[in-house]
């Protein structure tokens, strides 16, 4: 019965865990369109692209070596 438990957990944990995932990503991807729409001039943009995709490739990379 433990190890059903513990599969439980970890399934919900990992949907959480994606969940919130996601609203970050979508969070940051709102920022970047404000920023756009507001006229932020385009070097400060491409930075915050830049800082974006950087996130990305090293959650990446988190992720990959925790296993």
């Given at each position: ?7 439980i957990n970890e ?9 919130f995932?996601g609203v970050?990503k979508n ?8 920023a756009k ?11 915050m692209n830049?800082?974006?995709?950087d996130r990305?490739?090293?959650?990446s ?5 925790s296993?």
């Open positions: 019965m433990a190890k059903k438990e513990k599969n399934g919900v944990s990992n949907f959480v865990s994606a969940f995932d970050k969070t940051a991807n709102r920022f970047l369109a404000q729409k507001k006229g932020l001039p385009k070097d400060a943009i491409d930075i830049t800082i974006k995709k990305e490739r090293l959650d990379l988190l992720k990959k070596y296993k």
